[in-house]
Nanobody, 117 residues
Framework: QVQLVESGGGLVQAGGSLRLSCAAS????????MGWYRQAPEKQRELVAS???????VYADSVKGRFTISRDNAKNTVYLQMNSLKPEDTAVYYC???????????WGKGTLVTVSS
């Protein structure tokens, strides 16, 4: 049993920052990638960022240069530092853990990020 618990979402003004955390509990040794997808109302789910155990990262073009993903393998925790937030970043952010960003094995319940203009 693996559980992913997200935290750090909330309401922030445009230009502000938030830091999301996702802590994995349970047996997580076999997974390679962790990261975040997001989904806004009436929009498709999209990958925000992912990171492997080795530190390789992938970012959506829309967040490149503004968001930074990191992980602490010992703590089984992934972080997403979000700077220069824009209203279009408003979405529910879902943490994931899996073999890759395209092979998700576990999902968090989601944390809402709302960016006001």
């Amino acid at each position: 049993q693996v559980q992913l618990v997200e935290s750090g979402g909330g309401l922030v003004q445009a230009g502000g920052s938030l830091r999301l955390s996702c802590a994995a509990s349970g047996s997580i040794f076999s997974t390679n990638a962790m990261g975040w997808y997001r989904q806004a109302p009436e929009k498709q789910r999209e990958l925000v960022a992912s990171i492997t155990r080795g530190g390789s990262t992938v970012y959506a073009d829309s967040v490149k240069g503004r968001f930074t993903i990191s992980r602490d393998n010992a703590k089984n925790t992934v972080y997403l530092q979000m700077n220069s937030l824009k209203p279009e970043d408003t979405a529910v952010y879902y943490c994931f853990n899996g073999g890759s960003r395209d092979w998700v094995q576990y999902w968090g319940k989601g944390t809402l990020v709302t960016v006001s203009s």
